[in-house]
């Protein structure tokens, strides 16, 4: 009884605490303070649920243990998250992503490939991943490779279908005033058009950084060495190692956030000058 009163407590005291920062004037310490606070709150008030209600550890462990397991399992976690995200995730989301960028302008070059490249783009991103991986895992093998090539598969076409549109959002008259300074397709490319389709290309790139680490778990499930979170993941549920299950997934939502806060971070960097980047 005491856990529940407990966690009825933070829970008043994170919302107060929330609402009284709203009504602050907006500034980087309030905006960051308040989804901190929501999160802390929300671990202890899963604590106290977990620890009042006698809720078994195979069903839901609490966050201590979870953390008890994180810092003894160090070695495993490290060794997974270099298999899944820097081998498998980063190498297919490079791949995939440069690939659809050089067809994209390809596409933009010559546009009758936009009638065949697209509408096979996008039959292959209707292809459930849980089809494609078991066919990827017998063609590319066990390792990373078919993993990456998941992944591939996964983040081609959001990619494709952003950068083909970027390519096309400078206006006629912006175009028009490159030809009256006798620029050709590439210097306008260059100058005019790449520019113009940062903020699409960003898009696509943001987008493929959440479904890459998403491709290459599930893809692990289908056949991996005895490494990776997909494998982890799949080998610990069998296990009922619940614990171990929820620090691969706090692994992976550190990655995944922090692989899409870097994207993020060079959106910022390069389309400054965008209204989006303003204020």
Same mark, same amino acid.
């Given at each position: ?5 407990f ?10 605490t929330? #609402?009284?920062?709203? +009504?602050? @004037?907006?500034s /980087?310490?309030?905006? &960051?303070? =308040? ?9 202890l ?8 209600l ?6 839901l ?7 008890e ?8 976690l490290?060794?997974?998250?270099v298999?899944?995200v ?18 994209? #302008?390809?596409?933009? +070059?010559? @546009?009758?490939? /936009?009638?065949?490249? &697209?509408? =096979?783009?996008?039959f ?14 017998m ?7 078919s ?16 950068t083909v ?14 030809r009256?300074?006798a ?6 490319l ?6 113009s ?11 493929a ?7 290459a ?13 997909g ?8 296990q009922l ?5 929820w ?11 922090a ?16 209204p989006?980047?303003?204020?």
């Open positions: 009884m005491g856990w529940v009163v966690g009825i407590c933070v829970w008043l005291v994170g919302w107060l929330n #609402v009284w920062l709203a +009504r602050q @004037p907006k /980087q310490t309030t905006s &960051l303070a =308040v989804p901190v606070i929501f999160g802390v709150t929300l671990i008030i899963w604590e106290s649920v977990v620890r009042g006698g809720i078994s550890p195979v069903l462990p609490p966050p201590s243990v979870i953390a397991r994180f810092s003894q399992s160090s070695e495993i490290w060794v997974d998250f298999q899944t820097i081998k498998g995730a980063l190498s297919g989301y490079v791949i995939g992503c440069g690939a659809a960028f050089v067809i994209a #302008v390809a596409v933009d +070059r010559f @546009p009758f490939l /936009q009638r065949g490249v &697209l509408p =096979v783009g996008n292959v991103a209707a292809l459930p991943i849980i089809g494609m991986a078991p066919i990827m895992v063609w590319f093998g066990f390792d990373w490779q993993k990456a090539a998941v992944v591939v598969v996964m983040v081609f076409f959001p990619m494709l279908v952003n549109q970027g390519l096309q959002a400078s206006d006629a008259m912006q175009r028009d005033l490159m009256t300074y620029a050709g397709y590439w210097k306008t260059l100058k005019l058009r790449l520019p389709a940062m903020p699409f290309v960003f898009n696509g790139l943001k987008i950084s959440t479904l890459a680490l998403i491709g778990i599930v893809a692990e499930f289908f056949g991996s060495p005895v490494r990776g979170m494998f982890r993941i799949s080998t610990s549920v069998g190692a619940l614990d171990l299950v620090a691969e997934i706090v692994v992976a939502a550190i990655a995944g956030s692989f899409y806060g870097g994207v993020a971070l060079l959106e910022r960097a390069v389309t400054f000058w965008h989006s980047q303003r204020g």
